[in-house]
Structures are given as structure tokens and as C-alpha cells.
């Protein structure tokens, strides 16, 4: 080590994957081996991380991705943060005695855009195909990993809770009505089902572009949008608010929306240009923080010293509190 870390430094010389979970990393190293690109891994990785970690990201969440192409030569952003339904109106909100929106529930829920936004990682900067990206975290599904620690916690804290409200979610990550134990063989047949029906969907279609296109339909206008619309025209869940609500997300809502490519955000500093999200995500925070550190003599500071984290924080909270204002 020549310099403060407070990560392990990671090296190779034919190629390196780092990930949450070491799943997620082994399978990304492996499409590397079998002679995919970075994006391949990353899209490969991606899928296996919603499946090992479902308390941190999941099918339903959100994708920021700030990316290089050494063959397009330039940074560039993937926006795959899914909007707010078209009903998700403050005239709707307040109609349903509310004066802010639950944090959980379905009220809560926006467009699902993590798919989308690796389908098209995939798509412009991938070469494999879809079946490839996808079987990896097929296999984990059918076949089990080991829960996470903090997996089994979580579960065991929204048990009685799925029981009464959540029925499905009870029987899918209580199976047999138990919660599964740190480190047991855990399973989600249902998820390798809908994965598997993608890749069929996809594989109807001649050229892997083409595929990659067919995979967002069947997710965005095909059996997964139509299952995710006829369940929420019925359903209510119980939400922050205390009372049960039913959501606003719609097939429609789903087939006119997709993940974009856009410019980063950049900043200057001591030599770097700093690449980062819009303001849709927390970008312009780091950037904003970074142009008031630009004063201070951080290298003088030691990285784990009460100045530096000082200084560090009160930049930081500052950064954050426009953010919340602007």
C-alpha cells in the first residue's frame, strides 16, 4: 500500500470485478473469462446482486450507472432511475387524506427502471446476449445460495407483518412458513421462472440486438408489465400512513417510459474531472461538496484524523442541505 485506503487494493493483470457479494463478483469474473466485455460482467453481476442481496436491490429498483467506453472514448451516464406514475398526482395524494407519501407500500412505487437500464448497458456497450447475461443469476435462483446474515434478520423483522399484508411476499420469502437461517440454501424459483420466460420471449427474435430489444418489451409491454398492472388494479397495502392504499402505477406508465444515455456532470479538482449523475440522483451533491473542499488543504489533514473528517462532513452537510432546498 503507498497510500490511505479504506478499501483492499485490487489488482490484475487479465481483468478485475468487484462487487457487494462474492457471488456477484465470481460471476462477473466469469464472463470475463468466457471473452465478454466489461459491461457483459456488469450487466451479468448486476442481475446475481438482485438475487444475493434482495434487502439492497431487486427487479423493481433503480439503476444510476456512470460509465467508460474505451471505444467511444468518453464518460457517460445511464439513467435508469424509473419517474413517478402519471397518477401519482398531488391532487391524488391529498384525495386519500394525505399530507406526505409513505415511504413504503404501494403509493411508494414508481417505474421499475433497473431492467431497463441494463438491457441497454447491454444492448450499445455489451456484446453477449441476453440468455448469457441472464443464466448466472437463473442458476442461483433455481438452485439456492447462501442467505445473507442480514437477510435472515431482515426477514424475520417483516414476518408477522407479510403474514398479514403481504401474502405473496410471505410465501416467497418464508417458505414453507419459516424464516429461512442465516447461511441456509435460499431459492427463488419464481424470479428463475419470469428470467427464463424473458430469455424465450427474447430468443423469438433473430440478432442479439433485436433480443436485447425483445427483453425490454416483455418487461416494459409484455407478461411482466400486464402482471404488474392487473395485480395493482386490485390490490391494497398497508402503508407508513397506517391505513391500506391502492397504487397508481400502470401498464401504461411502464410501456412509455426507458432508460436513457445522457452527459455527466463534471467538476475539476486538483487535476481530475470528476464524473457524476444529474440531479435526478445525489451527483451534483459530490460535486458541490468537492468545490468547497477545493480550498482546504486536505493533503495536509490525516485521511483518518479529526480534521479531515470534520471538514469532510461540515462540506458534505452543507451540499446536502441545497440539495434539499434546490
Not at 421499475?112 to 456484446?127: E, K, V
Request: net charge negative; charged share 20%; glycine share 10%.
Amino acid at each position: 500500500m503507498t497510500g490511505f485506503t479504506t478499501r483492499p487494493e485490487i489488482l490484475g493483470t487479465f481483468g478485475v470485478v468487484t462487487s457487494t457479494h462474492w457471488i456477484g463478483s465470481a460471476v462477473g469474473m466469469s464472463i470475463l473469462e468466457k471473452g465478454g466485455n466489461a459491461f457483459d460482467a456488469a450487466v451479468a453481476t448486476g442481475f446475481v446482486l438482485q438475487l444475493v442481496e434482495p434487502h439492497l436491490c431487486g427487479p423493481g429498483g433503480d439503476l444510476p450507472a456512470v460509465i467508460y467506453s474505451k471505444k467511444k472514448d468518453k464518460v457517460e451516464v445511464i439513467s435508469a432511475q424509473g419517474s413517478a406514475p402519471a397518477g401519482a398526482t398531488i391532487e391524488h395524494y391529498t384525495g386519500e387524506g394525505l399530507t406526505l407519501i409513505p415511504g413504503d407500500g404501494l403509493l411508494a412505487t414508481v417505474i421499475p427502471g433497473a431492467f431497463d437500464g441494463w438491457m441497454l448497458m447491454l444492448r450499445d456497450y455489451g456484446t453477449m446476449s441476453v440468455r448469457e447475461v441472464l443464466e448466472p443469476a437463473i442458476y442461483y435462483a433455481e438452485h439456492g445460495h447462501p442467505l445473507l446474515p442480514r437477510i435472515s434478520a431482515t426477514i424475520k423483522g417483516l414476518a408477522a407483518f407479510f403474514e398479514k399484508e403481504w401474502p405473496t411476499s410471505h410465501e416467497a420469502w418464508l417458505p414453507g412458513g419459516s424464516v429461512p437461517e442465516a447461511q441456509a440454501n435460499f431459492r427463488n424459483p419464481m424470479l428463475a421462472q419470469t428470467w427464463k420466460r424473458v430469455i424465450a420471449e427474447a430468443e423469438a427474435k433473430r440478432g442479439r440486438e433485436a433480443q436485447v430489444e425483445a427483453a425490454r418489451d416483455a418487461f416494459y409491454r409484455g407478461f411482466i408489465a400486464e402482471t404488474i398492472d392487473a395485480y395493482l388494479k386490485t390490490a391494497e397495502a398497508m402503508d407508513a400512513s397506517g391505513n391500506r392504499h391502492k397504487g397508481v402505477l400502470t401498464a401504461s406508465d411502464m410501456a412509455n417510459w426507458s432508460a436513457t444515455i445522457e452527459e455527466p456532470l463534471t467538476y475539476d479538482y486538483h487535476g481530475w474531472t470528476i464524473a457524476k449523475t444529474g440531479p435526478w440522483d445525489q451527483g451534483p451533491v459530490f460535486l458541490q461538496t468537492l468545490s468547497i473542499l477545493k480550498g482546504f488543504d486536505l493533503a495536509a489533514m490525516r485521511p483518518n484524523g479529526a480534521d479531515f473528517v470534520h471538514t469532510v462532513v461540515e462540506a458534505m452537510k452543507l451540499a446536502f442541505a441545497d440539495r434539499e432546498v434546490y
